[in-house]
């Protein structure tokens, strides 16, 4: 693999000295710091997300409970924690109680290997603004969203109801689906990173962000960690037919808090690993990085959480925006389009990277990018003579419009594409309209 990184050098994880050194008090300190600025920033979150979909929709939003509204999410907390707790009499009532806390837990523990900046001074020992790096820490990120899929599958069966246990195999197989793209974008990473470590990743995206050099493989990512939080234009599990919540229909009270705080805290975290492998994690962006001191001390956790926060608003952005797929559209864009895209692209990059190597190319970075656009090009053409050749054989084969009679049962039904509503003859000369 390190034959074909070219003019990007391997990256050695090196630790900082004295990081074996770093007492047992301070360690603790960092994880209550992550989990208090998880917190935080859900609580954010959601506000965030109550306004600006309030301002898309032309409505005000929270604005009653503290300044702005700030305090609304707070009290919905509260609200959801007192509230009483009700359980399916048909629940597996260990399964049922442990589902929502295993959701929780694997949302929080992701953040293990998220580096929020460079090593800084805390109480007089420097340590790095990370609780834990080892050489596959990407795959450690991937294990444990993985492990969060069981709580949403255990929700769905231990409830004992039908309709829970359809969202959570809705759910389960969205998921998993989409998972698998995500693992597939993370390949042309670690090629041309030469490194499954998050740090290390980081430093490899000094001269240049993998988003610009891996511009189908970041796209892909972007499409599959929407799909991946169950958020819109992906939420499935939440079934037009239905008018149930999917997986957790059956939980009140505390448990549904912590599905609820789960899936917002998965939205942060695959914006977190967004920001890292494409986006230069904590380095400063141009300009900025023009000033010395951008990169030192903890000014870099303030981009690294612009970019997070960048990543939420989109989506946010699509939520007021794109409508609910369909089923069978969600599932053949995950397996047919963004899965063969992404093994294409792998492969692109590994040919790259070894023609590189025996010298046939001489820049790395610009054939990457170029291949990247390339092939970003021929897609949306290939996507765009798709939709074109739809709608015409659409027109072609639309049926001859028939008019029919929608109140012929005794009350009202819409009409089918190629139908026209009408009264007929019988039921017009009954009311006294010999018009149709």
């Known amino acids: 693999m390190n034959r074909m990184l070219g003019a990007i050098e391997p990256v050695t994880v090196i630790e900082p000295e004295g990081a074996f050194n770093i007492p047992v008090w301070l360690m603790i300190i960092k994880v209550v710091g992550i989990f208090v600025l998880l917190v935080v920033i859900v609580i954010f979150t959601i506000w965030f997300e109550r306004r600006v979909v309030g301002r898309m929709q032309n409505r005000i939003g929270p604005n009653r409970t503290g300044p702005f509204g700030l305090l609304q999410t707070l009290m919905d907390g509260i609200k959801l924690a007192l509230k009483e707790e009700i359980f399916p009499k048909a629940a597996d009532k260990i399964v049922y109680i442990i589902a929502p806390v295993l959701s929780a837990v694997m949302a929080f523990a992701a953040w293990a290997v998220i580096p929020l900046g460079p090593e800084v001074s805390m109480f007089g020992y420097r340590t790095p603004l990370q609780l834990a790096d080892f050489p596959v820490a990407l795959l450690y990120v991937l294990a444990i969203a993985s492990i969060g899929i069981y709580g949403v599958v255990l929700a769905g069966w231990s409830s004992g109801s039908t309709y829970p246990l359809l969202g959570g195999l809705r759910s389960s197989a969205q998921m998993i689906s989409y998972e698998l793209s995500m693992s597939l974008s993370f390949v042309a990473v670690f090629l041309l990173a030469g490194t499954m470590s998050t740090s290390g990743i980081v430093d490899a995206q000094q001269k240049l962000w993998f988003a610009v050099l ?223």
């Open 214 to 436: 891996l511009l189908p493989s970041f796209m892909v990512y972007a499409t599959s960690m929407v799909a991946e939080t169950n958020r819109a234009p992906f939420d499935l599990a939440e079934a037009e037919s239905e008018l149930t919540g999917g997986f957790h229909t059956e939980y009140s009270s505390l448990k549904f808090a912590m599905f609820f705080l789960g899936e917002y805290i998965n939205m942060v975290t695959v914006s977190a690993v967004a920001t890292t492998i494409f986006l230069g994690g904590w380095r400063a962006p141009w300009p900025i990085s023009l000033w010395d001191s951008a990169n030192t001390g903890w000014y870099p956790l303030i981009w690294f959480l612009i970019k997070v926060f960048l990543f939420i608003f989109v989506f946010i952005w699509l939520r007021g925006t794109l409508p609910r797929f369909r089923y069978d559209q969600f599932m053949h864009f995950g397996w047919k389009v963004l899965i063969p895209v992404s093994i294409l692209w792998i492969l692109i990059i590994a040919c790259i990277g070894g023609l590189h190597a025996d010298g046939v190319i001489a820049n790395l970075d610009a054939w990457a990018v170029g291949a990247g656009v390339l092939l970003t090009v021929l897609l949306l053409t290939l996507a765009g003579h798709a939709t074109k050749r739809r709608l015409r054989r659409g027109i072609r084969g639309h049926p001859i419009p028939q008019r029919f009679d929608p109140y012929s049962d005794g009350f009202p039904v819409p009409p089918l594409p190629g139908q026209i509503a009408g009264r007929s003859a019988a039921a017009g000369r009954e009311e006294g309209d010999t018009h149709v």
